[in-house]
């Protein structure tokens, strides 16, 4: 964080901790926060709690809703962006977000990339649109839908 104010650097880190005696949670998460805050740190700070879910105990349709959750910050963590607080890139996990991306002038404009679940279907028309903005598809990797393995 101090090397990014320093030279203007967009450097970012992942914190893996399995939180025993609650150290990420009471510890390590508050200490960021907090120098980020005395520092004056422009920058942003997620934390995520996980747990396995097997996916034989429910079923995965059953489930998708509830695992489509967290796709949305797995494709953050892998690629190094920010949907919530970065207009240049979008995500789609669903047919009906197709319509409103594109009918919204204003995020055509923004987005740069736009990452689209690998089941969400964009029409002719809608794929024209994006494609005039200039704008990259990429389609989210298989491994993220396990319903795809056999």
């Known amino acids: 964080m101090e090397l990014n104010e320093k030279d203007g650097g967009h450097r970012s880190f992942i914190l893996v901790n399995n939180n025993d005696e609650g150290i990420c949670e009471n510890v390590t998460y508050e200490r960021l926060k907090r120098v980020m805050k005395k520092e004056k740190y422009a920058a942003r700070l997620k934390y995520m709690k996980v747990e396995y879910v097997p996916i034989s105990e429910d079923g995965y349709w059953e489930r998708a809703e509830e695992l489509l959750k967290y796709i949305r910050e797995l494709v953050e963590l892998e690629n190094g962006i920010d949907f919530g607080h970065d207009p240049s890139v979008e995500i789609l996990l669903k047919d ?7 009918g919204s002038k204003k995020r055509l404009a923004a987005c740069r990339t736009l990452y689209r679940g690998h089941n969400v279907l964009i029409g002719s028309k809608a794929m024209s649109e994006i494609t005039k903005h200039g704008i990259e598809v990429k389609t989210i990797p298989d491994y993220y839908f396990p319903e795809l393995e056999d």
Do not use: Q, R, S, T
């Not at 009906?96 to 594109?102: M, N, P, R, W, Y």
């Open 96 to 102: 009906g977000e197709v319509a409103a991306f594109v």
